[in-house]
């Protein structure tokens, strides 16, 4: 009974050294953080009704997709869109973002001005994994012929050794 009372412990300590080491890596990671920016274009209803695929230049090259999850009219007249974007670059990583909200003015019934699109990336794989960033873009969304273009700039932080 000794001998399974101790085994037990052992497991708890060890899984207890784990977590711990676990969390102390986590919390002690070294960032290096570099300015970004480049275009976006993409094209609507090319996966369905709702999606947008393009192509990403500049430094966060690759393609680009954004799920339309929602549209709002604002009461000041602004039109928001919040999306969920997916991107790999040309070296095959992966970038994560948290659902981001692009507030446009209404240039014409189809057409938007993007006049404010904070997006926050939040890891990624290969050199992206626990990646964390902020992009702000400009662009235009054109309803009537299925197309979008961005401009971004921000920051992107890697873990060192990435």
Known sequence: MKTQSFSKFAVLIAALATMTL????????????????????TDLAVVDSATTLGTATGDLKGAVTAAILSVTQN?????????????????????????????????????????????HINGGTGKYANA????????????????????????????AGN
Do not use: K, M
């Open 22 to 41: 676990s969390a102390f890596s986590q919390s002690n990671l070294t960032r290096h953080c570099s300015s970004v920016g480049g275009t976006i274009a």
């Open 75 to 119: 009461s000041d007249g602004t039109v928001s869109f919040t999306v969920q974007h997916h991107l790999v670059t040309e070296t095959g990583d992966t970038i994560s973002f948290s659902p981001a909200t692009a507030v446009t003015w209404p240039l014409s019934q189809t057409r938007y001005a993007v006049i404010d699109y904070p997006v």
């Open 132 to 159: 964390r960033g902020d992009l702000d873009s400009i662009g235009e969304v054109d309803l009537g012929i299925g197309q979008t273009v961005f401009r971004y700039s921000g920051t992107v932080c890697l873990v």
